[in-house]
């Protein structure tokens, strides 16, 4: 067969890939794309998509910064300060619990809890230090919301649809629901423009929570190390207030922010991809059983929050 050389199967790949960078490509035609090629033909180059998902996806965010009003981020900062801090606080407290019921190691509830309080791999690679967690430890963990995280790709635009969820509504939703800022983005760009730009500003003045959080729990570990804001985040900010000062080229940004977008879809294709049962297997029933739970109680607490009007921006 064809797919049987190597050479055949990356140049494939690669074809696809390009396709999901077109204009003819949709997010979520992308995400199916990637996850069928894997599962029926396989992935040729795993190394190298998973490493060029994770940049690609930060080059998006930041790119997407250039369609977003820096006033607006400040005001999602402020109207949602007290929600975020107490979500986050709940989040975390709610996973200690549930880690210590499925009788996780200390470091793999307390990375597994931080990244779903807060945004994924991001705070996850932000607390490993201040906790001294080892490889180990980081990597069932990451492998655990990674999992996670291509879930929510999947199911979170259908539920929002089934639920009736406005655009704003749904924007609020996977930002707090969603682990990481990447998938935040990915899902939202699946349900609409509006939900696009909402998530992300929303997703990203959460994650801006890294660093106090982190520092508090350095309190706790008696830790030295210090975390720092990704910098990709710091990119999004800049770019939104470029795209707010300098209103004079707007046609520049939006074209930058259309480029943004199609590397959006193009890195979606490259997360399917590098969805696997071995990735699955890898993290073991408990950590993944422990993380599936408090994800589904935050999520579900969420939604009902959200449907009743309690929680609004």
């Excluded at 979170?156 to 939703?173: D, K, R, V």
Aim: charged residues 10%; proline residues 4%; contains cysteine.
């Amino acid at each position: 067969m064809l797919l049987e050389r190597p050479g055949f199967h990356k140049a494939l790949f690669l074809l696809v890939f390009l396709f999901a960078l077109s204009p003819f490509a949709s997010a979520s035609s992308a995400l199916f794309i990637g996850l069928g090629f894997a599962l029926i033909l396989g992935n040729p180059l795993p190394d190298l998509s998973n490493n060029a998902s994770k940049w690609l996806l930060k080059l998006a965010v930041i790119g997407l910064g250039f369609n977003v009003n820096i006033e607006e981020v400040l005001a999602v900062g402020r109207s949602s300060l007290v929600l975020t801090i107490i979500s986050i606080t709940a989040i975390i407290g709610l996973g200690e619990i549930l880690s210590q019921v499925f009788r996780l190691n200390r470091n793999t509830g307390t990375l597994i809890s931080f990244g779903t309080a807060i945004c994924g791999g991001s705070a996850i690679a932000a607390m490993a230090p201040v906790i001294k967690a080892r490889q180990d430890e980081i990597a069932i963990s990451l492998s655990v919301i990674f999992a996670l995280n291509a879930l929510g790709l999947l199911i979170f635009p259908w539920l929002g649809h089934y639920f009736s969820l406005s655009e704003s509504q749904f924007a609020l939703w996977s930002a707090l629901a969603i682990h990481d800022t990447s998938s935040v983005v990915a899902a939202a760009s699946v349900y609409g423009p509006v939900a696009l730009t909402m998530a992300t500003t929303i997703k990203l003045t959460r994650a801006m929570w890294i660093v106090p959080y982190a520092a508090m729990a350095g309190v706790f570990w008696r830790s030295s190390e210090k975390a720092s804001i990704p910098l990709f985040i710091i990119g999004f900010i800049a770019a939104a207030m470029i795209n707010t000062w300098l209103p004079n080229y707007q046609s520049v940004w939006s074209v930058l922010y259309s480029g943004a977008k199609s590397v959006l879809v193009a890195s979606l294709f490259l997360i399917g991809s590098g969805v696997s049962m071995a990735m699955l297997r890898q993290s073991g029933w408990r950590p993944f059983a422990m993380a599936s739970i408090l994800w589904f109680i935050v999520s579900g607490v969420m939604l009902l929050l959200i449907l009743d009007g309690l929680i609004t921006l």
